[in-house]
């Protein structure tokens, strides 16, 4: 495992925070800096801090800063991964706030801010899409997938759809995750 300086560290997630929208387009757009383009985590590194990171209550993203921050330089890694992710958005709130507040009865603010809302749908849709590529490696993961965002469209319980893909991952893609011989083309 390489070791990296912690000014690398800030400034690798500072740009990262001021560069891309939090939640799903985020974990996209950290999956293509840290394992595609600086080799930072290998895929499987990835997916595994992406699954404890979703598995935990709180801000993915940031979670997932603190995850590969700890993973190169341990506690002060996770803190200066963390802190220097969030420091853009949080400038720019404190901004949003500001100017709001100033101008916030203004029409062409006020349309301003609700055309902001159509951009967050698609970034969102962008990096669903993006990520799904990576992640669903079959038919079998795909209905997973589906399954379990159906039942999340229906408002079934989050806990209630985890412990259910789990269930159908297990008879689905067996023991080890990975799909059976038959659809490996295997004996």
């Known amino acids: 495992m390489r070791h990296i300086m912690l000014a690398t560290l800030f400034t690798g997630f500072l740009r990262l925070g001021a560069t891309a929208y939090g939640g799903p387009a985020m974990m996209a757009h950290l999956r293509q800096d840290f394992v595609g383009k600086r080799r ?22 940031v979670q997932m800063a603190a995850y590969v921050g700890y993973r190169f ?17 949080f400038l720019l709130m404190i901004g949003l706030s500001a100017a709001y507040f100033r101008w916030g009865d203004l029409p062409a603010v006020r349309a301003l801010f609700s055309g902001l809302g159509a951009i967050v749908v698609a970034i969102i849709l962008n990096a669903c899409v993006s990520l799904a590529g990576t992640i669903l490696s079959g038919w079998r993961a795909a209905v997973l997938a589906a399954l379990a965002f159906g039942a999340l469209a229906l408002r079934v319980h989050v806990v209630l759809v985890v412990v259910g893909a789990a269930v159908v991952a297990q008879a689905l893609l067996g023991s080890n995750g990975q799909p059976g011989p038959a659809e490996k083309g295997g004996p």
Do not use: D, Q, Y
């Open 73 to 89: 330089r341990g506690l002060p890694g996770a803190l200066v991964a963390a802190v220097a992710f969030i420091l853009p958005a």
């Open 40 to 61: 930072w985590l290998s895929e499987e590194e990835f997916k595994e801090g992406m699954a404890l990171c979703h598995m935990i209550p709180g801000a993915t993203m």
